[in-house]
C-alpha cells in the first residue's frame, strides 16, 4: 500500500492531489519529483532509462518534491541511484515523513543484503538455439513487413490502372532510362564475358570425352534459362534496389514523405508505383540483351577455340533448343524485378532520421533482394524442371 508523504483525512483529496512522478536534470542536479507508485511504473522506468549510464552522487540528488513512494518506486529509485546512495539520501534528509523513509531504507536493505543472483551463462547450444530464433524471428519479421508492403502495392495498382489521368508517365519514363537503358552496357558486358567463360569450362570438359560440339548446347540450354535473366536481376538488385533505397531513404530524412502526406498525396502511388512498373518493363528488356550476349560470348570461344563457326553455332541451337526454355528464362523477369523494386522501396521507408540509417537499409536491401532472387529462381528450376518445362 503506498505511504504517504503527509497525512491527510480525506482519501478522495488525496487521489485529486496525485502527480505522477518525474524526473528533472539540470547540470549534475537530478530533482525527484511526484508520486512514485506502482501505477506509473513504465513511464518512470522509461525515465530511469534515459537517465541511466551516469553515476549520481547524494547532493545532487533533490527529494523535496518527491510524493508518495510504494515498493514498486522505491525499486525504481534504488534502480536509479542504487542502495548505498538512496540510503544516505534518506538519512541526510530529515523532511521526508518517518513511514517513507522507513519504507525506502527497508527496500535498499533487503536489494543491498539480497542481490540479484548472477545470470548463469547460456551453454553453447543453449546460445546457438537462441541465436536461431532471434534469426528466424527476424526472417519472419522481414517477410510480414515485405508481405504487407506488396499488397499496398497491388491495391494501389488496381486503384491507378483504370484511371489514365492518374498515371505519372513522366518519372515512369524517366525510371526506365535509369534502371534499363543505363544498365545495358554493363549487363552485355558481364553475360558476355560469363558466355565466354562458360563456353570455355565446357570445352575443357567435354573435350575430355569427345563431345565439345555440346559446348554449344550447353551455353545456349543455360543462358536461356536460367544466367541471362538470374545475371541480370542480381544486377538490377545490386544497383537499381540500392539506388530505390537511398532516394527514399533521403527523401525520409528530409521530411519530403511527410510533406507529400500533407498534401493529401500517397507516396506509394507517388514514388512506388512508377518504381515497380518501370522495374518489371526493364528488367525482361535486360534479360534478352543478356542472353544475346551470353550466346555471343560464347560462339566467340566456340569459334577460335573449337573451329564451330558463327553459322553452325546458330544451326545447332535452331535445331536442339527448343523455344520453351528462352520462354521459361524470360516468364521469371518480371516477377524478379516486382520483388527487386518492392525491397528497394521498402528498406528507403524503413530508414530512420539519419545518413547512418540510410547506408545500412540500403545494404540490406541489396542483400535481400540478391537473396531472394537466387532463392526464388532456385524454386522455379525445381519446378520447370519437375513440370517438364
Not at 492531489?17 to 530533482?31: D, E, N, W
Not at 500533407?262 to 514514388?271: A, K, S
Not at 542472353?291 to 577455340?305: D, W, Y
Not at 537466387?374 to 525445381?382: E, K, R, T
Amino acid at each position: 500500500m503506498p505511504i504517504r508523504a503527509s497525512s491527510t483525512d480525506n482519501e478522495d483529496a488525496t487521489r485529486t492531489l496525485r502527480q505522477p512522478g518525474t524526473l528533472k536534470s539540470a547540470g549534475s542536479t537530478l530533482a525527484i519529483q511526484g508520486d512514485w507508485t506502482l501505477a506509473d511504473y513504465q513511464s518512470l522506468k522509461k525515465s530511469i532509462e534515459e537517465h541511466s549510464g551516469k553515476r549520481w552522487l547524494p547532493e545532487n540528488i533533490d527529494l523535496k518534491d518527491l510524493g508518495r513512494v510504494d515498493t514498486a518506486g522505491a525499486s525504481l529509485l534504488i534502480a536509479l541511484v542504487g542502495p548505498e546512495v538512496l540510503t544516505s539520501l534518506v538519512q541526510q534528509d530529515s523532511a521526508l515523513p518517518r513511514e517513507q523513509s522507513t519504507l525506502l531504507r527497508t527496500v535498499a536493505d533487503a536489494i543491498q543484503n539480497n542481490p540479484a543472483p548472477e545470470p548463469q551463462s547460456p551453454s553453447p547450444v543453449a546460445q546457438f538455439l537462441t541465436e536461431t530464433g532471434k534469426t528466424v524471428e527476424a526472417i519472419w519479421h522481414l517477410l510480414y513487413l515485405l508481405a504487407g508492403f506488396i499488397g499496398q502495392i497491388l491495391a494501389a495498382l488496381f486503384v491507378i490502372l483504370p484511371k489514365p489521368s492518374r498515371w505519372r508517365v513522366t518519372p515512369f519514363v524517366a525510371a526506365i532510362q535509369n534502371i534499363g537503358l543505363n544498365a545495358l552496357p554493363i549487363v552485355a558486358l558481364l553475360t558476355f564475358l560469363v558466355g565466354a567463360v562458360v563456353a570455355f569450362l565446357g570445352a575443357t570438359v567435354l573435350k575430355e570425352f569427345g563431345a565439345t560440339i555440346y559446348t554449344v548446347n550447353l551455353v545456349a540450354f543455360s543462358f536461356l534459362r536460367e544466367f541471362g535473366v538470374l545475371l541480370a536481376a542480381i544486377l538490377l538488385a545490386g544497383r537499381t534496389a540500392s539506388a530505390f533505397t537511398a532516394q527514399i531513404g533521403a527523401m525520409k530524412v528530409n521530411e519530403e514523405l511527410d510533406a507529400i502526406r500533407t498534401m493529401g498525396l500517397d507516396p506509394v502511388e507517388l514514388l512506388v508505383i512508377p518504381r515497380v512498373l518501370a522495374t518489371m518493363v526493364s528488367l525482361p528488356i535486360l534479360t534478352f540483351v543478356g542472353m544475346l550476349t551470353g550466346l555471343v560470348g560464347g560462339g566467340m570461344v566456340c569459334a577460335l577455340s573449337l573451329d564451330i563457326s558463327p553459322a553452325q553455332f546458330m544451326a545447332i541451337v535452331e535445331r536442339d533448343i527448343a523455344l520453351k526454355h528462352f520462354l521459361v528464362g524470360i516468364s521469371k523477369a518480371p516477377v524478379f524485378a516486382f520483388l527487386i523494386a518492392a525491397i528497394g522501396c521498402l528498406e528507403g521507408f524503413k530508414v530512420g532520421g539519419s545518413a547512418q540509417s540510410v547506408g545500412v537499409h540500403t545494404t540490406s536491401s541489396v542483400v535481400q533482394s540478391i537473396f531472394i532472387v537466387i532463392l526464388l529462381d532456385a524454386v522455379a528450376a525445381l519446378f520447370f524442371m519437375e513440370m517438364g518445362w
